[in-house]
């Protein structure tokens, strides 16, 4: 009965809180138009998705290989569309290396710049090749997922052949394991991907933002763990700190102080901050508009950067938590958002688009209001002070 | 025009989508946004979750039921999102101001409960979703999750425990 009472506490609660959300009266005939491809629907493609393409790419020609023992510089060039140099070396050279429950975690390859570090991370069983590595449960459940989606070079295996099929086929046993990283004492935010190679290894690659190097180092808690097969959440982890040297990057900061409009809203984009690391560009907005009320409209906008050839988004990506309100001087309120482009910023013209979180997310840019819309910003980076 | 063979006469399968998003839409745009905190990500899964349906329609065999079957194409389409580059673009703070505006009156501790069911870890988050807030009977989760029934009561239970807790901390409960 208790039961009960609790399951109809939260089903209520969750109903009036949701109480406002309504359905799309057109849904079923954009689902029909959709699947017979006469709208286009906005695919965003999971890392997963480009891995795979990619793997099935590659595999089709003799450089196959080539494609185990990925790297910071290979993942980057592969999978998260990224441009970067051909001579990019992380320059990592430490060995770090854990074992727990009968699992080798060893750190591959790792790189800070600016305030962000990426490492890669290995996993493979210390005794015996016939145990394949999985991540954690949550993200990858071996009877749903489909092999194709974590195995790197897998041939004869059709697409629809989930992991527990293909390990049974092949005899291998599974393990779930977790794999962290981010700086010692500040708040995780982190996001990654794996991917299986030779079937046993697992490879998992993690990113964490907002580091706060000292002394051009920056002291890295590595943390990675085995789940026990028995009791699904219990998890025995080990952990590891070591310095890792960041990469100096020199800020470039514009004053820009355009405005523009977002729904009732006046903004005026002050400056922006470009941190170009090898890897990508962090971008930071500072902006600022007048009153609470437009500061808290504005906190559903953000500030996109857009391909002026094609309108497209820019490869952007970011783990920040989206604007936020820094301060306010009277009637002025002050924000901030931040982000990142993969690879390097090449061009010397950053375009902007203002656009409500809801819509670009689910629609894209704004095609409609072009380039030479006041809700497009050019900032000449050359400009600089 | 193929047809899907339904209880009562034969439909078309435009007719069929209609019917599953009347009946199922709403369900599943709260059970998307409570799992990926986002309005926006979950009227996508919805709208990926129907198009799956559609093109799957003429392979439903009717072994589970239809609405096991529908929730588990929308577990799977959000446990994808949660893995996509575009996520992580995206605000995951639990941040309840960004639904629309209520249009029932809500009650002391709606807004608690909500928010804690939404910071529990996604396999707990899942049997609370489906169980608690669907009605789903542990069999019925179990089909749509994929995962026994043992599982579902163990995540269940563990989910409930932690729900307690939390909101003993904020000063409120279940009952």
């Known amino acids: ?385 | 025009m193929s047809t899907v063979v339904a209880k009562g006469p034969a439909i078309t399968r435009d007719e069929k989508l209609e019917e599953l998003v009347d009946r199922y839409q709403i369900s599943l745009l709260k059970v998307c946004f409570t799992f990926l905190h986002d309005r926006s990500l979950a009227e996508d899964a919805v709208q990926d979750t129907f198009i799956k349906a559609y093109q799957s329609l003429d392979y439903f065999q009717g072994n589970s039921s239809e609405k096991t079957w529908i929730f588990r194409i929308a577990m799977n389409t959000c446990r994808d999102m949660l893995r996509s580059r575009w996520f992580r673009f995206v605000d995951r703070r639990v941040d309840l101001s960004r639904l629309p505006e209520q249009t029932v009156q809500m009650e002391d501790g709606d807004k608690e409960i909500m928010e804690s069911v939404m910071a529990l870890p996604v396999k707990l988050r899942e049997v609370i979703l489906l169980c608690s807030f669907e009605g789903m009977t542990t069999y019925e989760a179990a089909e749509s999750l994929e995962i026994t029934q043992q599982a579902v009561s163990s995540r269940l239970k563990r989910a409930k425990e932690k729900l307690r807790k939390e909101l003993k901390e904020k000063g409120c409960d279940l009952s």
């Not at chain 1, 959300?21 to 017979?36: E, F, H, I, M, T």
């Not at chain 1, 991540?135 to 697409?159: M, T, W």
């Not at chain 1, 960041?246 to 004053?255: H, K, L």
């Open chain 1, 1 to 385: 009965m208790t039961e009960d009472r609790e399951d109809e506490r939260i089903r209520s609660a969750m109903t009036r809180t949701m109480s406002g959300l309504v359905g799309n009266p057109y849904l079923a005939r954009r689902v029909v138009d959709a699947s017979k491809g006469e709208v286009k629907v906005k695919k965003k493609l999971s890392v997963v998705t480009v891995l795979v393409v990619t793997l099935m790419l590659t595999s089709m020609t003799a450089l196959a290989l080539q494609l185990s023992g990925w790297k910071i510089a290979d993942y980057i060039r592969n999978v998260d569309e990224g441009e970067i140099p051909n001579d990019f070396e992380s320059g990592f050279s430490q060995n770090l290396t854990l074992d727990v429950e009968g699992v080798r975690f060893h750190v591959r390859d790792a790189y800070a710049a600016g305030n962000k570090i990426i490492l890669v991370t290995e996993a493979s069983c210390l005794e015996n090749d016939t145990t394949m590595i999985l991540p954690s449960e949550s993200f990858c459940d071996p009877n749903i997922r489909h092999a194709s989606q974590y195995i790197k070079e897998l041939n004869g295996v059709d697409d629809e052949t989930t992991l527990s099929e293909y390990a049974r086929q092949k005899g291998l046993s599974m393990v779930h394991v977790y794999v962290n990283a981010m700086q010692k004492e500040t708040y995780p935010i982190v996001s990654g991907d794996d991917w299986i190679e030779n079937d046993t290894t697992l490879v998992s690659i993690t990113s964490a933002n907002y580091l706060e190097p000292k002394d051009g180092t920056v002291e890295v808690e590595w943390e990675v763990g085995v789940f026990d097969n028995s009791n699904d959440e219990s998890l025995i982890t080990k952990t590891l700190v070591f310095q890792l040297p960041v990469e100096n990057v020199q800020p470039i900061e514009i004053d820009v102080q355009k405005d523009v409009v977002a729904g009732d809203s006046r903004v005026t984009l002050d400056r922006i901050v470009l941190m170009p690391t090898k890897l990508e560009t962090q971008v930071e907005l500072f902006y600022h508009t007048d009153g609470r009320q437009s500061a808290e409209q504005l906190l559903e906008y953000r500030f996109i950067a857009i391909d002026s050839s094609s309108l497209d988004f820019m490869n952007i990506g970011s783990n920040s938590d989206g604007p936020e309100i820094m301060g306010e001087e009277g009637q002025r309120v002050y924000l901030h958002d931040a982000w990142t482009i993969g690879g390097s910023l090449e061009t010397d013209t950053l375009y902007l688009q203002l656009l409500p979180v809801y819509t670009w997310a689910k629609e894209g840019t704004d095609r409609n209001r072009g380039l030479s819309d006041v809700q497009i910003i050019e900032i000449n980076i050359t400009d600089k002070n």
